[in-house]
C-alpha cells in the first residue's frame, strides 16, 4: 500500500525566510502533484511534476521531483504572508485511478 | 466558467437518515472521484469513476453509494449514515484518469451525523 509522508506537519514562519516542505513516498512512482488549500476553501493544483528531476516554479514557490528517492520539495522562498495556506502532496499509482495525498502542511506565515 | 459543483456546502443529519451529495462538472471530464478529508489524515478516495456506468471503490468505501447516469454527475449517496462519516468532502473531475491531469475540485460539503 502506498504510503505519502509529509514533513513538517505544521510550520510558522516569518515574512522573508526561506523553507522546505518534504514529501516521502512508500513505492514507485513518477507523477506527483502539489495542491493548496485555503481555509475553508477547495484544493487549487500548483504543480504536476512528470518525471525524475522535474522542476517546476511560480513565485516564489518551487517544487522538484526525485523519483529514486521518492521524494518531493517544495521549497518557499522569501515567504510572504499570502502563502499561508495548508498545502498537498498527491502521488499517483499508476493503474490504480487514484491520487493518494499526504496529510498536509499547514503553512502560517507571520508578518 | 469551468467548475465542479457540489451541493449542499453544509448539512447536519441524524443517524440512518439517508442523504445524497450532488456533484456536477461542466467540462466534459471522463474522470470524477469522490474524497472525504480528516484532520492529519490528508485525503482519501471514496470512489471514482471512469464515464457513465463505470464506477469503482476508492479506499474508504464502506457506507456509501454512487451512481454515473450521466457524464456530468456523479452523486454521492450515505444510504444510513453514522457519526463516523462526519467529514469534509470533495468532489473532484479531471480530464482521463486521476493522474493523467491535474484534478479539478469542487468547493466541499461539510457533513455532520449526530
Known amino acids: 500500500e502506498l504510503k505519502v509522508e509529509q514533513n513538517p506537519l505544521f510550520l510558522s514562519m516569518q515574512e522573508g525566510k526561506n523553507y522546505t516542505i518534504y514529501c516521502n513516498y512508500s513505492?514507485?512512482?513518477?507523477?506527483l502533484y502539489w495542491y493548496r488549500q485555503d481555509p475553508g476553501k477547495s484544493l487549487e493544483s500548483l504543480f504536476v511534476l512528470l518525471s525524475n528531476g522535474a522542476v517546476k516554479q511560480e513565485g516564489r514557490l518551487m517544487a522538484s521531483l526525485d523519483t529514486k528517492a521518492r521524494l518531493s520539495t517544495l521549497h518557499i522562498t522569501a515567504a510572504v504572508h499570502d502563502l499561508s495556506a495548508t498545502y498537498f502532496c498527491a502521488v499517483d499509482i499508476q493503474g490504480a485511478q487514484k491520487l493518494v495525498f499526504g496529510q498536509g502542511t499547514r503553512l502560517t506565515i507571520n508578518p | 466558467e469551468a467548475q465542479v459543483t457540489q451541493n449542499p456546502r453544509y448539512l447536519i443529519t441524524v443517524t440512518g437518515k439517508k442523504l445524497t451529495v450532488t456533484c456536477s462538472q461542466n467540462?466534459?471530464?471522463?474522470?470524477m472521484s469522490w474524497y472525504r478529508q480528516d484532520p492529519g489524515l490528508g485525503l482519501r478516495q471514496i470512489y471514482y469513476s471512469m464515464n457513465v456506468e463505470v464506477t469503482d471503490k476508492g479506499d474508504v468505501p464502506e457506507g456509501y453509494k454512487v451512481s454515473r447516469k450521466e457524464k456530468r454527475n456523479f452523486p454521492l449517496i450515505l444510504e444510513s449514515p453514522s457519526p463516523n462519516q462526519t467529514s469534509l468532502y470533495f468532489c473532484a473531475s479531471s480530464l482521463g484518469g486521476s493522474g493523467k491531469a491535474p484534478l479539478h475540485f469542487g468547493n466541499g460539503t461539510r457533513l455532520t451525523v449526530t
Open positions: 467540462m466534459n471530464h471522463e474522470y
Open positions: 513505492t514507485t512512482s513518477d507523477r
